[in-house]
């Protein structure tokens, strides 16, 4: 399959050419083989993750994390010697940020809340979601469904009187978006990874916290995209894990 076809492919899926972000560079950021066989997905574009890239002899790898970002500057150190192993085995790096956050079918936000097993999901802030439950569940239970799921590290906060009956979820390092939420909206915030702040202004609206780690938060998404080309591209695809407890 050619390179363009999968990056028009992916187009259609998330709307990255018509939607750019500030934060991050969405799409091809290194061109490989014109004609792509095999698929390795993963959550970053590690020097590890690169370098099992290379031993599977793959065409292209898709990442969550790409590697440009506002804050490179220059092609140096590591970064150099990345690129240098795309460019030289010939492998495309795409990489798919905030619209594999948001993606409402595979996103890391959705299938978050589909692993909460969530009713009446919805888009709520700016890339979040929300989900209530009939049956109100405890903090710690809504804790161990993730920590079972996920297998990230798991911090709590509870701000709610010990049980929630509805939740958002943003993966990552989803703090703002709890800025944008106000009390009423939600009883628990879920997110893999807390700034600092964000403790006193959630127990000002009273809504309760989890951390499930950054990584393991953004596993869902990528996963899920590899299961859907794998499906619909009769490409050869595998997963690359460099798992950070984080």
Known sequence: MKRREILDYLNVLFQYRENTEKYATNGL????????????????????????????????????????????????????????LF???????????????????????????????GENIREIASISYYGDWKMKKTIREIANILQEKLMGPIKLFDFSDGKAGSFVVCSGSGSSELRLLEQGDCEVFITGELRYEAIDEAKYKKISLISAGHYATETTGIQALQRKMSTELNLKTLFIEDRVDY
């Open 29 to 84: 950021q290194v061109e490989g083989n014109d004609e792509v066989q095999s698929i390795a997905f993963s959550v970053d574009a590690s020097f590890g993750i690169i370098q099992k890239a290379v031993k599977e002899n793959v065409d292209m790898l898709i990442c969550h994390h790409g590697i440009f970002w506002p804050s490179l500057f220059s092609i140096e150190g590591q970064v150099k010697e990345k690129i240098q």
């Open 87 to 117: 460019l030289e085995n010939e492998i495309s790096l795409v990489g798919m940020h905030l619209p594999l956050d948001r993606q409402p079918e595979i996103g890391n936000n959705i299938c978050l809340a589909n692993i909460l097993e």
